[in-house]
């Protein structure tokens, strides 16, 4: 994690201070823990450094893994504090049909609605196959999730597979 260096303040009324500490004691951290996990949550951090790694060329295979295992950890609650404020701009266009696909998908998978800036991620004009071999293609047309094909983006896994 980070150094902190900078400081923040805001204004309260003595009531809202002293709920704010009456939180934070019940939840076992200080009020500055206590704030800012509640304004940044960790998974929305978390997600926030995985999409970072995504902007790279290399390592990114080993970040999209990181962005399965990470997505198909979460419940319900928890990917919407994750997902909700996602950062994609720098990503090329495959990958933020990756990641769009991704979270759409888990959303399916539980049940709840993605969040609403994968409807703004543009779906590719030509199909990506991720195997090369244009044998796979058909069983690849069939095998791929739907948030997938939506974006054509033709895949054998899905969310708590590997790639």
Not at 2 to 26: G, Y
Not at 54 to 79: V, W
Request: net charge positive; proline share 8%; glycine share 4%.
């Amino acid at each position: 994690m980070p150094t902190k260096t900078r400081q923040l303040q805001i204004r309260v009324t003595a009531s809202q201070k002293a709920e704010i500490k009456r939180l934070a004691r019940r939840a076992g951290r200080n009020v500055s823990s206590f704030v800012l996990a509640c304004v940044l949550p960790e998974e929305q951090v978390r997600f926030g450094e995985i999409l970072r790694a995504l902007r790279e060329e290399t390592g990114r295979r080993f970040a999209l893994a990181e962005l399965n295992d990470f997505l198909t950890g979460l419940g319900p609650p928890e990917f919407g504090d994750a997902v909700t404020a996602a950062r994609i701009e720098g990503l090329s266009p495959l990958v933020a049909n990756y990641v769009a696909a991704m979270v759409e998908e888990a959303a399916s998978r539980m049940a709840v609605d993605p969040p609403p800036w994968t409807a703004e991620v543009e779906p590719l004009e030509e199909p990506h196959f991720a195997a090369p071999l244009r044998r796979l293609r058909p069983h690849l047309l069939r095998a791929a999730p739907v948030a997938f094909k939506r974006r054509n983006i033709f895949v054998d896994s899905t969310m708590g597979d590997r790639v």
